[in-house]
């Protein structure tokens, strides 16, 4: 139903790098709108990963890193670690969508 | 500190009403935007409402439209969520959220623990 999808799951072995995809269209993503990225702990509330398609919070890893291109947007984890598995959000803005804010799909990722 | 901590959740038949409160402490409240944003069961984020720091924009989620009224009171640092005509599919985490102080296009740079919010017979 969201208008952001992302694959249900990605997994990697520790130490690999992951990327997970965040795709719109062009009412949302591409028509320029910022990307943000959660991550969400088991049990956790979500918190801010990524912001303005590719800026870190205080204190995120720089193992984590976001790009944004056309009408899709990514998040790459490199040097994955076991803290790492969680659920994954990307987040934009739909000029078609009241209030404007929407959330992808969501992304599980496991570390084997 | 940035505290969200949000109030009022709870089980409450089809058709009934609940008031959800947020109290927001460690920032100055009258100067951001807030969000509520919800989680069913097993499930992605949705989000559900947003108001202005002033309380002159209001937006609402669809599915929640008509139903759900978002208000603040700047006074008392407190934002709240009116919850009437509760359906089953309502059934999720509600979660208070801070819009970074960049305008309304800001991420949610933080977010409270979460209130249950159960609707069943």
């Known amino acids: 139903q969201s208008v952001l999808t992302q694959p249900p799951s990605v997994s990697g072995a520790p130490g690999q790098r992951v990327t997970i995809s965040c795709t719109g269209s062009s009412s949302n993503i591409g028509a320029g709108y910022d990307v943000h990225w959660y991550q969400q702990l088991p049990g956790t509330a979500p918190k801010l990963l990524i912001y303005g398609n590719s800026n870190r919070p205080s204190g995120v890893p720089d193992r984590f890193s976001g790009s944004k291109s056309g009408t899709s947007a990514s998040l790459a984890i490199t040097g994955l670690q076991a803290e790492d598995e969680a659920d994954y959000y990307c987040?934009?803005?739909?000029?078609?969508?009241?209030?404007?804010?929407?959330f992808g799909t969501g992304t599980k990722v496991t570390v084997l | 500190e940035v505290q969200l901590v949000e109030s009022g959740g709870g089980l409450v038949k089809p058709g009934g009403s609940l008031r959800l409160s947020c109290a927001a402490s460690?920032?100055?409240?009258?100067?951001?935007?807030m969000n509520w944003v919800r989680q069913a069961p097993g499930k992605g984020l949705e989000w559900v409402s947003s108001i202005s720091s002033s309380s002159s924009y209001i937006y609402y989620a669809d599915s929640v439209k008509g139903r759900f009224t978002i208000s603040r009171d700047n006074a008392k640092n407190s934002l709240y969520l009116q919850m009437n005509s509760l359906r089953a599919e309502d059934t999720a985490v509600y979660y208070c959220?801070?819009?970074?102080?960049?305008?309304?296009?800001?991420?949610?740079?933080?977010w409270g623990q979460g209130t249950l919010v159960t609707v069943s017979s």
């Open positions: 987040q934009s803005y739909d000029s078609s969508l009241p209030g404007r804010r929407v």
């Open positions: 959220a801070r819009v970074g102080g960049l305008g309304e296009l800001s991420p949610i740079d933080y």
């Open positions: 460690g920032f100055t409240f009258s100067s951001y935007s």
